[in-house]
């Protein structure tokens, strides 16, 4: 019964505990409620377009635009990121591995869950937390360049297309690789990630950061449905500028359309969906006796669930866009495109319902491990000694409606995305039966949710 | 008029139903749940078995192995059990609730998912 110190392979790799299943009853109210919920937005929601990316909203005093602008806040906000990231690298090269190091958390937990919270209430500030933004700059006014533009153009029939790939190279390390919580795979990934990010830069300006850096990209898919944006984000004059609150649809409506926005929703929600998969009994009973014993076995099948899951997810969503009356092909074939920002909702419902007390316990665990990154005793912020409050976890029943609340909401905000966008779209005769078949799409990727929340 | 009689009479079974699901099952915290695992060939048996237990209750796990392997229990804190060939007895508590699971680290395979209440 000692706690092993080395070499531990866990799950997600960081280990612990998962969620109790939410309670089969739970997860029935949320599904009656969201297939409710969804016919009622068809039938009664407005019959002209609302959602508008550069509605005035309410205006916040000037002095928060200057804030945000303002060179020394990027300055600091850039050391910062920095800085956290330099001292996460002293835990990956230098820390003892085992759960004392914070390192893996600090990859999987604190970054990868918690860019979704911090994006959503406060927009994207990643812009100017991310080290390799900050190091991109940094290098730019060194060699004395415009961090603006780059040696060439980014491609732009790429789109999003280096971002999406990106991630799925993330999901496959986190939920499908031989050994996600090593220490290698964290020191292959910080430093591959720093130097990409810094090369694609000089090499492409800021478009880089705004299509092919994963974590940037998913920052920014989740920031357009912050309450917070520029008056007019299509324009860059001072009074454009100018940050206001306004509906969260809204801005989401402004997520930038590019080739390659379905992969990118397709990775976020289908990933999710099959790390939860692989914790339902079916899994762990059957599919499990296929490779159980073999490691390269294990990788391959959980490599081609993982493939399959955000496959069919981006598949159906494809079809179900396109499934519509009363447009010529070409405008068919920009639907998809057109309509995945109403996926993002659903991504943020989904992901915050299944990682809450992953960042909420684990990122406690991260953060207390992380006060010594190199086991010398060190304790700067005097939190070292402290030890992880499971206060979640011990309600599991409010833990199970806060899941199924958040899933639900993030449905409902997904239709009404949806049905607004089509309204935009479609022509008047196909306003209703045009988004039935997404609709029905979005029904059926929320039942799933609720039941892999209920058997995962 | 049989139907507005009907209705509450559906409304109240259904709501019972439902309070009879949500309730735990009446569990005795002391008595121990017991796990029996074999390690035989390269292969783990039982593979993805599903338990419940409360926060506590003794976990008994029995394990008969013919090769050296490390079963680790995904809880808070996580456990390492050291197997080596022959049979071993170990007993655990677990302490946070959540759904903790317990895999062999070298053969390879989840084992059990033992879902821990409150």
Same mark, same amino acid.
């Given at each position: 019964?000692?706690?092993?110190?080395?070499?531990?392979?866990?799950?997600?790799?960081?280990?612990?505990?998962?969620?109790?299943?939410?309670?089969?009853?739970?997860?029935?109210?949320?599904?009656?409620?969201?297939?409710?919920?969804?016919?009622?937005?068809?039938?009664?929601?407005?019959?002209?377009?609302?959602l508008d990316p550069r509605s005035?909203g309410?205006?916040?005093?000037?002095?928060?635009?200057?804030?945000?602008?303002?060179?020394?806040?990027?300055?600091?906000?850039?050391?910062?990121?920095?800085?956290?990231?330099?001292?996460?690298?002293?835990?990956?090269?230098?820390?003892?591995?085992?759960?004392?190091?914070?390192?893996?958390?600090?990859?999987?937990?604190?970054?990868?869950?918690?860019?979704?919270?911090?994006?959503?209430?406060?927009g994207h500030?990643?812009?100017?937390?991310?080290?390799? %933004?900050?190091?991109?700059?940094?290098?730019?006014?060194?060699?004395?360049?415009?961090?603006?533009?780059?040696?060439?153009?980014?491609?732009?029939?790429?789109?999003?297309?280096?971002?999406?790939?990106?991630?799925?190279?993330?999901?496959?390390?986190?939920?499908?690789?031989?050994?996600?919580?090593?220490?290698?795979?964290?020191?292959?990934?910080?430093?591959?990630?720093?130097?990409?990010?810094?090369?694609?830069?000089?090499?492409?300006?800021? %478009?880089?950061?705004?299509?092919?850096?994963?974590?940037?990209?998913?920052?920014a898919f989740?920031a357009a449905l912050s309450?917070f944006g520029r008056r007019d984000p299509a324009s860059?004059?001072?009074?454009a500028? %100018?940050?206001v609150?306004r509906n969260p649809l809204s801005n989401l409506a402004g997520l930038p359309v590019d080739?390659?926005?379905?992969?990118?929703?397709?990775?976020?929600?289908?990933?999710?969906?099959?790390?939860?998969?692989?914790?339902?009994?079916?899994?762990?009973?059957?599919?499990?006796?296929?490779?159980?014993?073999?490691?390269?076995?294990?990788?391959?099948?959980?490599?081609?669930?993982?493939?399959?899951?955000?496959?069919?997810?981006?598949?159906?969503?494809?079809?179900? /866009?396109?499934?519509?009356?009363?447009?010529?092909?070409?405008?068919?074939?920009?639907?998809?495109?057109e309509?995945?920002h109403?996926?993002v909702?659903?991504?943020?419902?989904?992901?915050?319902?299944?990682?809450?007390?992953?960042?909420?316990?684990?990122?406690?665990?991260?953060?207390?491990?992380?006060?010594?990154?190199?086991?010398?005793?060190?304790?700067?912020?005097?939190?070292?000694?402290?030890?992880?409050?499971?206060?979640?976890?011990?309600?599991?029943?409010?833990? /199970?409606?806060?899941?199924?609340?958040?899933?639900?909401?993030?449905?409902?905000?997904?239709?009404?995305a949806?049905?607004d966008r089509?309204?935009r779209?479609?022509?008047?005769?196909?306003?209703?039966?045009?988004?039935?078949?997404?609709?029905?799409?979005?029904?059926?990727?929320?039942?799933?949710?609720?039941?892999?929340?209920?058997?995962? | 008029?049989?139907?507005?009689?009907?209705?509450?009479?559906?409304?109240?079974?259904?709501?019972?139903?439902?309070?009879?699901?949500?309730?735990?099952?009446?569990?005795?915290?002391?008595?121990?749940?017991?796990?029996?695992?074999?390690?035989?060939?390269?292969?783990?048996?039982?593979?993805?078995?599903?338990?419940?237990?409360?926060?506590? #209750?003794?976990?008994?796990?029995?394990?008969?192995?013919?090769?050296?392997?490390?079963?680790?229990?995904?809880?808070?804190?996580?456990?390492?059990?050291?197997?080596?060939?022959?049979?071993? #007895?170990?007993?655990?508590?677990?302490?946070?609730?959540?759904?903790?699971?317990?895999?062999?680290?070298?053969?390879?395979?989840?084992?059990?998912?033992?879902?821990?209440?409150?």
């Amino acid at each position: 019964m000692t706690p092993s110190r080395n070499d531990v392979v866990v799950a997600h790799g960081i280990g612990g505990s998962t969620d109790l299943p939410v309670p089969l009853e739970y997860a029935m109210l949320g599904a009656t409620w969201a297939l409710a919920i969804s016919f009622a937005v068809l039938a009664l929601a407005w019959r002209r377009p609302k959602l508008d990316p550069r509605s005035p909203g309410a205006a916040l005093p000037p002095w928060v635009t200057r804030a945000v602008d303002g060179a020394a806040t990027h300055t600091a906000l850039g050391v910062l990121g920095v800085a956290i990231t330099g001292w996460v690298a002293l835990a990956a090269f230098g820390g003892e591995p085992g759960p004392t190091n914070g390192a893996p958390g600090a990859f999987y937990v604190l970054l990868w869950v918690g860019l979704v919270p911090l994006s959503l209430v406060c927009g994207h500030v990643w812009a100017y937390v991310s080290p390799v %933004r900050a190091l991109h700059h940094a290098a730019c006014r060194a060699l004395r360049r415009d961090p603006a533009t780059g040696v060439w153009t980014y491609p732009e029939r790429l789109g999003y297309w280096p971002a999406a790939l990106g991630l799925l190279a993330f999901v496959w390390t986190e939920l499908a690789s031989p050994d996600p919580g090593a220490l290698t795979t964290i020191r292959v990934w910080l430093v591959g990630y720093v130097v990409a990010g810094v090369l694609g830069g000089l090499a492409f300006g800021r %478009r880089w950061f705004e299509r092919a850096d994963p974590f940037d990209v998913y920052a920014a898919f989740v920031a357009a449905l912050s309450p917070f944006g520029r008056r007019d984000p299509a324009s860059s004059t001072p009074q454009a500028r %100018r940050v206001v609150a306004r509906n969260p649809l809204s801005n989401l409506a402004g997520l930038p359309v590019d080739h390659g926005i379905v992969a990118v929703v397709a990775v976020l929600l289908g990933s999710t969906a099959f790390d939860s998969a692989t914790g339902t009994s079916w899994w762990l009973t059957e599919v499990q006796t296929w490779y159980a014993g073999s490691p390269v076995l294990a990788v391959a099948y959980r490599s081609l669930g993982l493939l399959a899951a955000i496959g069919a997810v981006g598949a159906v969503f494809v079809l179900a /866009a396109r499934a519509t009356g009363g447009v010529t092909s070409v405008q068919r074939r920009e639907l998809p495109s057109e309509l995945a920002h109403s996926l993002v909702p659903i991504v943020v419902g989904y992901v915050g319902a299944h990682y809450l007390t992953y960042l909420v316990e684990k990122g406690q665990r991260t953060l207390i491990a992380l006060a010594d990154p190199l086991d010398r005793g060190w304790d700067p912020l005097g939190i070292g000694g402290l030890a992880p409050s499971y206060w979640l976890s011990e309600h599991p029943h409010l833990l /199970a409606v806060l899941k199924v609340g958040l899933v639900l909401t993030g449905h409902v905000l997904g239709v009404i995305a949806a049905h607004d966008r089509c309204i935009r779209l479609l022509p008047r005769a196909h306003h209703l039966t045009g988004q039935l078949a997404l609709m029905l799409v979005m029904v059926g990727y929320t039942f799933l949710g609720l039941f892999l929340l209920f058997a995962g | 008029m049989t139907l507005p009689r009907t209705l509450p009479v559906l409304a109240v079974a259904g709501l019972l139903a439902l309070g009879g699901c949500a309730s735990d099952p009446v569990v005795d915290e002391d008595t121990p749940v017991s796990l029996t695992v074999t390690i035989e060939d390269g292969a783990v048996t039982p593979l993805g078995e599903a338990r419940t237990a409360t926060v506590g #209750q003794p976990i008994i796990l029995r394990v008969t192995s013919d090769t050296e392997d490390e079963l680790h229990l995904h809880a808070e804190p996580e456990e390492t059990f050291a197997v080596t060939p022959g049979t071993h #007895q170990f007993e655990f508590t677990v302490d946070v609730p959540g759904s903790v699971s317990l895999e062999s680290h070298h053969v390879g395979g989840t084992i059990a998912t033992i879902d821990v209440s409150p």
